[in-house]
């Protein structure tokens, strides 16, 4: 009976393990590691220049471990400023390797203020300020998204 019940629950931990390998990665999904541990993401993605244009402006909130990814072509320098932005962010921006470059935190609401993020920056990630200090999210760390080529990327899908 016993022995039943530890193969029973080995299999639905192999099961539930495979379900969460399969949705690794995902368009609405971000996944950060470093020393400091990881972290998961529901994201909405500003692919376009319009979206990117548009952002997270006139937002009145975002729920937590929510944050919008920013995506572009290529590797390029890019600066991010909070015009008509109503809540506070932590802004991670992350090379074509998928390694964070650079961390900006509490971009103050309204801020006309350029934010740099670098020279070669690939994708950034705004989050609810606050969320960089909580789990301790560092230069260095990883991002993992379908956005990166496997082949050069650090952590793929």
């Known amino acids: 009976m016993i022995r039943g019940a530890i193969t029973a629950l080995g ?4 099961t539930s393990g495979a379900a ?5 990665c995902a368009p609405d999904r971000v996944d950060l590691r470093g020393e400091w541990g990881q972290a998961s993401f529901t994201v909405e993605l500003a692919a376009t220049p319009d979206a990117r244009a548009q952002g997270l402006m006139h937002r009145a909130e975002m ?10 072509e290529h590797p390029q320098r890019v600066a991010f400023w909070m015009k008509n932005t109503l809540i506070p962010l932590d802004m991670i921006f992350v090379g074509a390797d998928g390694v964070v470059d650079h961390i900006h935190e509490n971009a103050i609401p309204g801020d006309l203020t350029p934010i740099p993020g670098g020279d070669e920056v690939m994708v950034v990630l705004e989050v609810n300020a606050g969320v960089v200090a909580a789990y301790g999210i560092s230069v260095g760390s990883q991002m993992r998204h379908e956005v990166f080529s496997s082949e050069t990327v650090k952590w793929p899908c």
């Open 20 to 24: 969460r390998a399969d949705r690794a």
């Open 11 to 14: 299999i639905a931990l192999l």
């Open 63 to 72: 729920p937590p471990r929510a944050g919008m990814l920013f995506v572009y």
